[in-house]
């Protein structure tokens, strides 16, 4: 079978390689991404690898890299990004990057530097500048109101006494700014540290200023403290450090003051001017870094992941050859070994590469080929567990059972058609939303999803025509099949009444879906939904479950596993198909036998319960007497039957149970092997290991204890058991969400918009459109958004549980090659792993 089905070969080959080539060719498997290296050095430490050095080197050039990446996005430069690889560099050009990346951190932290000087500078002249118009509105209002009763009430009650006629009392004063929020703090210790003996004047400076640090916008406030004496001068100054508040020189003399104001202004405008070159100079150099700044990453994280890989060799004794131990798909080969080549030549290598397949024991890794469609059903698949090797592959038959169960649950063609829209519009402007590469996880889920949503809303739109359902109402595209004999204002307002099949129905099926005078069905028409889903809810839950059996057929003979083939499958199946298919099939005899037309003992008053009958029939017990004229049975011999069933159903039991573990002990006494603790059950069973035949993998594990396999095969065996009930019952969340998602469709259209259909005249049409507008929200909101996760949670479910658990194993490990394309996806954080 295809690898669509099946995951692809492998197989393990050892690979020789010249260690002048060695880089070419580990270059060009990259670039190929087909090939899985495998770590031939556990047990060295990270630092004493042969290629530390050059790896280091690459992480010190990353680091330049970021820090320019950092620069150019603090000023908003667009970075040039053509969507193209480069090639990784050969290993001499790693010197003409290092010195390039050198020259520009080098260039751009000496910019930095000066420009944070000049900004420094700057700073201290504007608050020296506000500084001076500030204190000279202070020292010229003291000149106008100075006299001695200020004087008392600045130096207190001692300084007055202090002061003798005919002594000039003269005050000290210091002048500087202080952040705005801190003013309050500073003044209350001020006026405690110095017991009231200082005045504080501050005012504010309107415009905020510059950080030059960090580039923040700062608010300060202007103060000028007035003193007497050295000590609290002294004290003062500490206060002023301790709040982390600038001091500047301030003149007494107000000349001096105008004349060092002029020269801070001048000194101002020169500084404007060189910070003006300085942040040109800095743009020009962070725009020419930006338009390269894409490559040199790629370049350099190929570097490093090339020399990450190297690590993973062995050399030999010679020390110039390299060894390396990889996992290639069957198939790819040929292409690798073309790469190789490639490689050789590029590095100018006499010696060619040697690629040898290796017999080995181990599982190989799982690899399914998967493109931009089938790559998200994959995922899903995935995420329940990565597929053993060659096991089959659930994702090509999901990409149907998926949308088609969701659609069962969320069946409406308006629905439907909105997110089949959704889907289309990302499927058409894939590539551009694509290549924006957001961080917002939900965004990228829906758009990783975008298939696996249109299909949805494809199946939901076919859904919802056999459901004649759109926001909760029918279309009549060809008219009714029924006819009212009755008045039709009497039929529409008694609700109690009801058409007659036998008069009031023409008899001839309806062309497509459900006939639309269901939807004025009133009550009726939910008793009749109900029966409906329900039934094919357990109808599609049990081909599904049955499939899922018949898939584990293909897995027993592709692993040759005879055993399991006749004492699992059969008695699986048998078991599935005796009591559950057979309750498929007394629906569609009851659906054909059974009509309200028909005369008696098949007339619709004779219809039997299905679930009663199936009931009965697993315990064995005899129906109860039906109506006059009704029959007991719906076909000849159905009692026989049943009887039949449920005994061989029951049969099968203790045959899933015992077959299998006795025979492997009867094998082993026959082979006088004796039980070594801790093997897989499947090496033993099928006589060859989850590698299956074709490569990587045998009959080399240890095995199994007896015990082991008993308790194994008894859970596996009461859980199949168990689980076909409970698995069958659970089938009916198609019935519930489907009736779930019509009520709700319908209590919008009845609660919300009916409201502004009934609104006649232009106000009408007002309230028409607001209502509108609420009700799309809650409509795309609630029926489509939460309902269609909901129902996307339970399909999900229906898979992995229901489905897969019938032959999916899932104990297997992914591959992942050395691929140049993933690890620039994912940064360098996967060079890493």
């Keep these: 079978m295809g690898s669509l089905f099946r995951s692809e070969e492998m197989a393990l080959c050892q690979l020789f390689l010249q260690s002048e080539a060695a880089y070419a060719c580990v270059s060009e498997l990259g670039e190929l991404g087909l090939v899985q290296f495998r770590d031939l050095n556990p047990d060295v430490n990270a630092f004493q690898r042969k290629f530390v050095n050059e790896v280091r080197r690459c992480d010190e050039m990353e680091r330049k890299l970021r820090y320019l990446e950092k620069e150019i996005k603090k000023d908003g430069i667009p970075m040039l990004d053509t969507g193209e690889s480069p090639e990784a560099p050969q290993p001499r050009e790693m010197i003409d990057l290092e010195a390039t990346f050198e020259k520009l951190e080098n260039e751009l932290r000496e910019v930095n530097q000066n420009a944070e000087a000049l900004k420094r500078n700057f700073l201290e002249l504007t608050e020296l500048k506000h500084i001076l118009r500030k204190t000279q509105v202070f020292f010229d209002e003291m000149a106008d109101n100075q006299n001695e009763d200020e004087q008392a009430q600045l130096l207190g ?17 210091v002048a500087g700014v202080i952040l705005r929020e801190r003013l309050p703090a500073f003044e209350r210790m001020l006026w405690r540290a110095c017991r009231g003996n200082v005045f504080l004047r501050q005012a504010m400076i309107e415009t905020p200023l510059e950080d030059p640090t960090n580039g923040d916008q700062v608010h300060k406030s202007v103060f000028i403290i007035f003193f007497q004496g050295d000590q609290l001068k002294t004290r003062v100054k500490k206060i002023c450090e301790g709040f982390r508040a600038t001091l500047y020189p301030c003149p007494e003399a107000p000349a001096d003051r105008r004349e060092m104001a002029m020269g801070v202004m001048t000194r101002i405008e020169d500084l404007n001017t060189v910070l003006g070159q300085t942040q040109d100079h800095r743009h020009r150099v962070l725009v020419a870094a930006a338009k390269n700044l894409k490559n040199w990453f790629v370049k350099v994280r190929k570097i490093k992941a090339i020399y990450h890989t190297l690590n993973l060799f062995n050399l030999d004794v010679t020390q110039k050859c390299l060894i390396a131990e990889c996992w290639v798909p069957l198939l790819d080969i040929e292409t690798i070994q073309l790469a190789l080549r490639r490689g050789t030549e590029r590095s100018g290598s006499s010696v060619p590469p040697i690629l040898n397949r290796m017999q080995t024991f181990e599982n190989p890794p799982t690899y399914n ?90 199946f939901s739109m076919y859904t919802g025509m056999i459901y004649n359902d759109i926001f909760s109402k029918s279309l009549n595209i060809f008219g009714s099949h029924w006819q009212m004999s009755y008045n039709k204002s009497t039929v529409m307002e008694n609700k109690y009444l009801q058409l007659s099949p036998k008069e009031d129905y023409e008899g001839s099926p309806y062309p497509f879906g459900m006939d639309p005078i269901w939807q004025v069905a009133g009550s009726n028409k939910i008793i009749f939904h109900n029966a409906y889903k329900m039934k094919i809810s357990i109808i599609f839950g049990v081909i599904h479950m049955v499939f899922g059996v018949v898939m ?52 619709e008053a004779c219809a039997p319960s299905i679930l009663i009958t199936f009931i009965d029939m697993v315990l064995f017990n005899t129906p109860k007497a039906a109506p006059a004229e009704c029959g007991v049975y719906m076909f000849w011999g159905q009692h026989f039957v049943q009887v039949l069933f449920v005994l061989l159903a029951l049969g099968c039991i203790p045959i899933m149970l015992f077959a ?45 204890e007896m015990s082991e396999i008993f308790i194994h095969q008894s859970i596996h065996t009461i859980e199949y058991v168990l689980g076909s009930v409970s698995h069958t019952a659970s089938y009916l969340r198609l019935w519930a969400l489907s009736l779930a998602h019509a009520q709700l469709a319908e209590v919008l259209w009845t609660m919300v918009l009916s409201i502004g259909l009934k609104q006649e005249g232009w106000f009408g049409g007002v309230i028409l459109t607001c209502v509108f507008g609420f009700w799309a929200i809650l409509t795309v909101g609630i029926l489509v958004l939460m309902e269609g996760l909901s129902a996307f949670l339970h399909t999900l479910r229906l898979h992995w549980v229901e489905f897969q658990s019938k032959f999916y194993k899932g104990q297997g490990y992914a591959f992942q090659p050395f691929s140049f394309d993933a690890i620039i996806e994912n940064g360098s954080a996967a060079v890493e792993e």
Excluded: C
């Design 369 to 458: 080929r998967t493109n931009k469609f089938t790559k998200a059903f994959q995922a899903l698949i995935d995420a329940y567990g990565v597929a053993s090797y060659r096991e089959m592959n659930p994702a090509p038959y999901t990409i149907i059972t998926f949308p088609f169960l969701f659609a069962v649950m969320f069946g409406d063609l308006g629905h439907g058609a909105i997110m089949a829209l959704f889907g289309l519009w990302m499927i058409r402007k894939e590539k551009g939303l694509a290549a924006q590469k957001t961080d917002n996880e939900i965004w990228n889920i829906f758009f990783g999803g975008r298939y696996i949503i249109f299909l949805m809303g494809v």
């Design 660 to 704: 299998k573990p006795m025979l492997i002990m009867q094998a082993r006494k026959l082979a006088n092997v004796q039980p070594i603790a801790g093997a897989s059950s499947d090496a033993e069973t099928g006589g060859v290991s989850n590698g299956g035949p074709h490569g990587g993998g045998g009959p080399h594990e240890e095995e199994e």
């Design 157 to 173: 009650e001692e300084a007055v006494r202090a002061s003798q006629p005919g002594q000039n009392l003269k005050l000290g004063f």
């Design 552 to 603: 584990s057929w293909h897995n027993h003979t592709y692993f040759r596993n005879r055993i399991s083939l006749i004492y699992e499958f059969i008695p699986q199946l048998m078991f599935l198909l005796l009591l559950f298919f057979y309750m498929v099939l007394l629906m569609f005899i009851k659906w054909i036998k059974f009509a309200a037309t028909n005369e008696k003992p098949y007339s």
